[in-house]
């Protein structure tokens, strides 16, 4: 044991002050800057457990997405997240009154997203978290806030395949499992489904043509066009349609509408926006006008 | 109970996964386990020397760890399986460097006087292990290969977090369609209980008829 | 290394396995060169996938994952060892009932995959990821370890026992002053084996999303911005984690080979936990002398 302890210290003295000072370089285009948004003063929502638990904590602990370029994205080296997604997490955190930069994000890996919220893990989720009536039994959704669309990602040389149709006989990835890959397979028996654990290794699969597309909700795959411009493309028309909402305790009723609330400020104010130029914009896709807000009643 | 009932079909493909598994990565395991045994025992120093390293390589990463690599690192070669292929390959290669430790251990149980008449006899190496010393190894090895067996059927979970359809795996579903997480974990348990003693109760089979005590 | 399989060779013999020994040798490299010239062809050793290593924030993650694995790792020993010394106890009582409910409980955990128990803590008790995977991991290693326990106290001579139950010690007394430390020294190759087990099986957390060595591995691998360098990562945490359990296995021989020449403990040669009652053959252990036996298998 000693031994083993003596090793571990050489070894961690060896590895460290001989670096390069802070983390690599990120790739891509980089926004100016990010918006600010001014934190909401003297707002109180004490019929909220969420919030007033949050207040006396001093601030909120959001569940997101660590591994989506442009969406939720956590910096191996620094620990920071950034994204779309992160950005709607940071405007909430200042409507509901608590300074964004205190946000303390939490990886939350899309099965465990409804037990988190449900044992008060995480006080909301913004993640690429599609509403549906199943899940509507679990938790509770703000929003939506966009919505997304499963698409196909190519690459920039590629011009024979402009949508769906063009898939018979291309090789097309997807997650295991995920709901994109089995539409894939149901509705364009002709393409070749092939998947793999995670859409990272389908980009690098299409990357060094291993694959012919890439196929899952439009906003991941932008987020990866948008990390290597020169060489991926996002292609043709949306062909379904994913609300994304932000997740919340199912009981908290209070919570959802205040974030609704917020979510409908924040698209009025131009905030909305310029957070989706400074991000998933980013790829060269121009912002959409945002969809309503759905304020589903209680129960 | 209404977990299980209603969802029978998601149960069965699950626990067909991990049988399927299991009985495929035992194959694998006991056929690598064997050539890596009569390589460590070889007189070929270069065979013993891969041998040696392949087993203690082996027998010192962690299986996730292994999993991981073949699952994701694989495909970066343009070595595209299905995963359950994927999931074989790791834990029957995994396996095999337990089995040939347990082969390896069971030919030290011979007594030396066996390989030394075989070979007063004039037999060769190949004859002298394979037609003298195994088949009494064989005898001795019985219930530690039921054990490692049993660690493979056991093992075989991680592979439900990496895409491959298997019991563990189910509890994701059945979590999803809001039934009772605690009694989906009851019948997933006692579905691993039935494999493992599935094969406990072969093996006692197989001791019964082979098995001698030494 | 003597063996009676075949005898000392002759010259012929010898040149002959000169032969076998080259063509194995030339195939063997062969492999390794096939292996290596996939790697380069693939472009696995450009600086860019490489380069990310040089930073500080990268090291730091790694060390930051490393140090998680560790101390995951320390907790699970403690209490595994403290787990399995209360169920040996129980095993060993001489009231029935609580020798049947130890028993009970040894032989549940023994024959439960142990990622189940991890995710059944992590999923259905919602728990937070390090506890849940020090939970699993002590159940099963504490079950595993309270058989050692077992066995090594039983292996030691009765005449030991009996005479100090005739210099009229009591129950308590003859197993903590004769019992007990005789057979923790004959046990500890068996008990630092088993700790091999609960080091490798911290990997475990990766799946449950526990910021260990692998999870760290796996989110420079899956970075774009890195160019998604996954082959060197495994390169890099491969050597580590495989250094770690070689240096604690080399440990338990080495034990076990001061053992066998130290007069204390030649009577008490603890081999392995027996097989339960349950599950004959249910633990993994060999027979064989502690020397043969190290790191059995996860789970």
Redesign the interface.
């Known amino acids: 044991m000693r031994r083993l302890v003596a090793a571990l210290a050489l070894a961690a003295l060896l590895t460290a002050g001989c670096g390069k000072e802070g983390s690599p370089p990120v790739k891509g285009p980089q926004p100016d800057q990010l918006p600010v948004y001014p934190v909401a003063t003297g707002f109180q929502l004490p019929d909220s457990p969420t919030w007033t638990a949050a207040k006396r904590r001093g601030h909120l602990v959001v569940g997101a997405k660590e591994d989506q370029p442009y969406l939720g994205q956590k910096d191996p080296a620094t620990g920071t997240y950034s994204g779309f997604d992160i950005e709607i997490a940071k405007m909430m955190s200042a409507s509901l009154g608590f300074d964004p930069k205190t946000i303390s994000f939490r990886t939350i890996a899309s099965a465990n997203r409804e037990t988190a919220l449900q044992n008060g893990q995480i006080d909301y989720y913004v993640g690429t978290y599609t509403i549906n009536d199943l899940r509507k039994k679990q938790v509770g959704f703000a929003g939506p806030y966009y919505i997304a669309g499963q698409s196909l990602l190519v690459r920039k040389d590629e011009d024979d395949i402009n949508g769906p149709q063009d898939l018979a006989g291309k090789r097309v990835c997807s997650a295991a499992g995920s709901t994109p890959l089995q539409r894939i397979q149901r509705d364009y028996p002709k393409a070749v489904a092939v998947a793999y654990d995670t859409y990272s290794i389908c980009v690098d699969n299409l990357l060094s043509l291993q694959v012919d597309a890439v196929t899952t909700d439009d906003t991941i795959l932008m987020g990866f066009a948008a990390k290597a411009p020169d060489a991926l493309k996002v292609v043709g028309a949306p062909f379904s349609k994913e609300p994304y909402g932000i997740g919340v305790s199912r009981g908290d009723t209070a919570l959802r509408f205040a974030l609704d609330d917020a979510l409908a400020a924040h698209e009025k104010n131009g905030d909305w926006k310029r957070a989706y130029d400074a991000t998933l914009g980013l790829s060269g896709v121009p912002a959409p006008q945002p969809p309503p807000v759905d304020r589903y009643p209680a129960g | 109970m209404d977990v299980l009932i209603d969802n029978l079909s998601l149960y069965g493909e699950g626990l067909l996964g991990t049988i399927e598994l299991t009985v495929y990565a035992s194959l694998l395991a006991l056929v690598l386990g064997f050539v890596m045994a009569s390589f460590r025992?070889a007189?070929?120093?270069?065979?013993?020397v891969?041998g040696t390293v392949w087993v203690?390589?082996l027998?010192?990463?962690?299986?996730?760890?292994l999993f991981?690599?073949v699952?994701?690192?694989l495909?970066?070669?343009?070595i595209?399986l299905p995963?359950q292929l994927f999931a074989v390959l790791a834990l029957g290669c995994?396996?095999s460097a337990?089995i040939c430790?347990?082969l390896r251990?069971g030919?030290?149980t011979v007594p030396?006087?066996?390989?030394?008449a075989a070979?007063s006899l004039g037999m060769?190496?190949a004859q002298?292990?394979g037609d003298v010393?195994l088949p009494q190894a064989f005898r001795?090895v019985i219930?530690?290969v039921?054990?490692?067996l049993?660690?493979?059927a056991?093992?075989?979970?991680?592979a439900g977090?990496?895409?491959v359809t298997e019991l563990?795996g189910t509890?994701?579903p059945l979590?999803?369609?809001?039934y009772s997480?605690?009694w989906s974990?009851v019948w997933?348990?006692v579905g691993?209980?039935l494999v493992?003693?599935s094969i406990?109760a072969v093996?006692?089979v197989l001791e019964k008829r082979w098995g001698i005590a030494r | 290394m003597t063996t009676a399989l075949y005898d000392i060779p002759g010259p012929q013999a010898r040149r002959r396995h000169l032969l076998y020994g080259l063509l194995a040798t030339v195939v063997i490299l062969g492999i390794v060169a096939w292996a290596l010239y996939l790697l380069f062809d693939t472009g696995q050793f450009t600086a860019a996938k490489w380069d990310p290593f040089a930073y500080e924030g990268i090291q730091e993650l790694l060390l930051h994952g490393l140090g998680n694995t560790l101390k995951a790792f320390a907790y699970a020993a403690v209490l595994s060892l403290l787990l399995g010394g209360v169920l040996a106890c129980g095993r060993l009582s001489e009231h029935a009932a609580l020798r049947w409910a130890a028993t009970v409980v040894v032989e549940f955990f023994r024959a439960m995959p142990v990622l189940v128990m991890i995710f059944f803590v992590f999923v259905a008790l919602k728990v937070q990821p390090l506890p849940a995977l020090v939970t699993g991991l002590t159940l099963y290693n504490g079950s595993v370890l309270a058989e050692v326990f077992r066995t090594g106290v039983n292996a030691v001579d009765r005449g030991q026992r009996e005479a100090a139950y005739s210099l009229g010690m009591g129950k308590t007394q003859v197993m903590t002053h004769v019992l007990v430390p005789q057979a923790v020294r004959a046990m500890l190759p068996a008990i630092i084996s088993q700790l091999v087990v609960a080091l490798k099986d911290t990997s475990l957390g990766f799946l449950i999303t526990y910021e260990e060595f692998l999870h760290a591995g796996k989110l420079i691998a899956s970075n774009l911005d890195y160019d998604l360098p996954f082959i060197p990562v495994v390169m890099v945490i491969s050597p580590v984690y495989i250094g770690m359990c070689m240096l604690l296995s080399w440990f338990a021989t080495w034990v076990a080979k001061r053992q066998r020449h130290s007069l204390k403990t030649r009577k008490v040669e603890v081999a392995a936990a027996e097989p339960g009652p349950l599950l004959p053959g249910a633990g993994q252990q060999l027979q064989e002398p502690p020397s043969h036996r190290s790191g059995p298998k996860t789970s």
């Not at chain 2, 495909?75 to 343009?78: A, D, N, Q, T, W």
């Not at chain 2, 056991?154 to 991680?158: G, L």
Request: charged residues 10%.
């Open positions: 025992v007189p070929v120093g270069s065979l013993r891969f203690t390589v027998r010192n990463t962690p299986l996730t760890l991981f690599a699952m994701l690192g495909p970066r070669f343009g595209v995963f995994y396996t337990f430790e347990v251990s030919i030290n030396t006087g066996q390989g030394e070979r060769t190496f002298t292990l010393v001795s219930p530690p039921g054990s490692t049993i660690a493979l056991k093992n075989s979970a991680i977090s990496f895409s563990l509890y994701k979590n999803e369609m809001g997480i605690i974990f997933i348990a691993y209980l493992t003693l406990s093996f006692n």
